[in-house]
C-alpha cells in the first residue's frame, strides 16, 4: 500500500465511523466515556478555575493580551484556604502544559496528589498557563478564529509572546509582592517553549528561580515514537503536504473531534489499535490512574496550530532544535539564511532541572542529554522507573511521589537558601 492508499483508508474509516455516529443520533457523550462526571463537565463547559474551586482552593480566571494581541485565559490558584495565607509571602510558580493540551492536565489527579494543589498547600502562589490556540486562549484583539492568520504561530511564538506574558503579568498583579523571578514547571511542549525563549531572549533568564522540565523535549534526533517516524519523512520538510497541512487549527476541543475519538476508541472499531497505541504510546502500563482519565477525555485534546506539529516534525527531520523551516525563499527574507537558525541553548543560564525517563518515545534520554551538554546550569533527573513514559508525568499514580514532592522539595531549598535577603 503507498501513503495515498493508507491516508484514505484512514480517512474513510473515520468519516464513516463519524457518519454512522450521527445516523445514531447525537452523539452521547455519557456513553463515550461512560462517566458521568465527564458528561456534565462538557456541557457545562467547566474551566480549570471552576474545578479547582470546586475542592475548595480559592481560584482566578485571568485574561493576559500579549504584544502580538492574542488574549490568554490563564488560571490562578494565589494561596491555599487551608493555610489561611493570602497576607503572607507566597513564590509564584508557572506550570506550562504540553502539545493538545490545556490548565486542566495539571489537576485531574486532584487536591492529594496533582501539583497546583501541592504547590498551594506548600506557601506558593500558582498560575496555569493556557497557550494561543488552546481552548482557553481562543481570542485576539483584531483576528477571529475564523481568520487563517490566527493559526500562524508555532511554539517558537508561544515561548517568546505568550510565556513572557504570563511571567511579567504574574509579577507585577498586587500579589507579585516585589518578587522579580518565578519558578517554572513545563512538560513536554512546555519544554520547548522555555528552551526557545530562554535561548531567543536570555535576559528572561534572570526571571527564573528554578525550572523543571518534565519530558523535555528539544532536540528530536532519536525520538522512537511510530506516528512521528512515519510521518516525519512526509510533513517535516516544506513541500506541498506540508504548505497544504500548514498554519491550521488542529485538533480543537468540539464534537467533531470528540466523536473521531469516540470512534477510534470504540472496542469494534477498524482503527481500534491506533487508539490503543496511543494510549500505550504515552503512558507505562497499568500504572496510570483511571479515575481521572474521564475528565482528561473531557478536557482533551485542547487544540493547537498544525504548524506546532510541522515545526516539531522538522526538529525529527533535521536533527536541529532550531527555528521554523519556510523554505529557503522565506528563511533568506526572514532569518537571512537558507536553514533556518539554531537556538543558542548555551544562553539559558536558568537553573535547569531535566526530569526524563527510559520509555519515554518523545524525549529519548540520548537527545535530552545532548541538549544538557550544551547547557551551562543544569540538574540531571533521570526517572529510576524503566516504564516511565511521557505521560506519566501527569497521570502516573505515583507522581506525587516521584516527581511533584521532589520538585517542591527543591523549590523549598531555593526559597530558603535566598529568604535572608
Ligand atoms: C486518581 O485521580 C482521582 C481523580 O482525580 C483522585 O481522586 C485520586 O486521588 C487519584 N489517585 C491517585 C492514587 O493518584
Ligand atoms: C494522599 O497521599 C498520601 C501520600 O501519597 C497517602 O498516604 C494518603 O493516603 C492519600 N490520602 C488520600 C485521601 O488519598
Ligand atoms: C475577547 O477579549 C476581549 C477583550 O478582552 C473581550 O472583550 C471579549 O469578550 C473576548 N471574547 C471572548 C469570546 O472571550
Known amino acids: 500500500m503507498n501513503r495515498f492508499t493508507v491516508g484514505f483508508l484512514i480517512l474513510g474509516a473515520l468519516i464513516l465511523g463519524v457518519y454512522s455516529a450521527a445516523l445514531d443520533g447525537p452523539i452521547d457523550f455519557y456513553k463515550l466515556y461512560d462517566n458521568p462526571e465527564a458528561h456534565i463537565s462538557l456541557k457545562e463547559k467547566k474551566t480549570t478555575a471552576d474545578r479547582t474551586a470546586s475542592h475548595g482552593y480559592p481560584s482566578e480566571h485571568h485574561y493576559i493580551e500579549t504584544k502580538d494581541g492574542y488574549i490568554l485565559g490563564v488560571f490562578r490558584i494565589p494561596y491555599s484556604h487551608k493555610l489561611q495565607n493570602q497576607n503572607e509571602k507566597r513564590p509564584i510558580v508557572l506550570l506550562q502544559h ?16 496533582s501539583l497546583p494543589y501541592l504547590l498551594a498547600d506548600a506557601g506558593y502562589d500558582v498560575w496555569m498557563g493556557n497557550a494561543r490556540g488552546t481552548s482557553y486562549s481562543r481570542n485576539h484583539t483584531k483576528l477571529s478564529t475564523e481568520n487563517p492568520l490566527f493559526w500562524q504561530f508555532s511554539w517558537h511564538e508561544i515561548g517568546i509572546y505568550d ?26 511542549q512546555g519544554t520547548t517553549v522555555y528552551f526557545a525563549l530562554m535561548s531567543s531572549m536570555p535576559e528572561y533568564n534572570y526571571k527564573i528561580k528554578t525550572a523543571h522540565m518534565f519530558a523535555p523535549v528539544a532536540i528530536m534526533k532519536h525520538l522512537t515514537n511510530a506516528l512521528v517516524v512515519k510521518v516525519g519523512p512526509y510533513l517535516g520538510h516544506r513541500n506541498a503536504y506540508s504548505i497544504l497541512f500548514g498554519s491550521q487549527e488542529f485538533l480543537p476541543h468540539n464534537e467533531f473531534v470528540m466523536a473521531l475519538f469516540f470512534n477510534i476508541c470504540q472496542p469494534d472499531f477498524l482503527l481500534r489499535p491506533v487508539c490503543e497505541n496511543a494510549m500505550s504510546s504515552l503512558y507505562s502500563g497499568g500504572r496510570v490512574n483511571m479515575t481521572a482519565m474521564p475528565e482528561g477525555m473531557a478536557t482533551h485534546p485542547a487544540g493547537c496550530s498544525t504548524d506546532q506539529m510541522l515545526h516539531y516534525l522538522q526538529e525529527q ?16 527574507e526572514v532569518y ?72 517542591i522539595a527543591i523549590m523549598e531549598k531555593y526559597e530558603l537558601e535566598n529568604s535572608s535577603t
Not at 164 to 188: K, P
Not at 317 to 332: A, E, M, P, V
Not at 381 to 386: G, L, V, Y
Open 98 to 113: 504540553g502539545l493538545t493540551s490545556c490548565s486542566d492536565a495539571w489537576i485531574l489527579q486532584g487536591p492529594n496528589d
Open 163 to 188: 510565556i513572557t506574558a504570563i511571567i511579567d503579568y504574574a509579577l507585577h498583579t498586587e500579589n507579585g509582592q516585589d518578587q522579580d523571578a518565578i519558578h517554572y514547571v513545563g512538560h513536554s
Open 317 to 332: 527531520q533535521s536533527g536541529y532544535f532550531r527555528q521554523f523551516d519556510h523554505g529557503t525563499k522565506k528563511n533568506l
Open 336 to 407: 537571512g539564511s537558507e536553514e533556518p537558525p539554531e537556538y543558542p541553548v548555551e544562553l539559558i543560564n536558568s537553573m535547569v532541572h531535566l526530569w526524563y525517563a527510559d520509555s519515554d518515545n518523545l524525549a529519548a534520554v540520548e537527545d535530552v542529554e545532548l541538549l544538557a551538554s550544551r547547557l551551562p546550569n543544569k540538574v540531571m533527573h533521570h526517572m529510576d522507573d524503566p516504564e516511565w513514559n511521557h505521560g506519566d508525568f501527569a497521570l502516573n499514580n505515583e507522581v506525587r511521589k516521584y516527581v511533584n514532592e521532589p520538585v
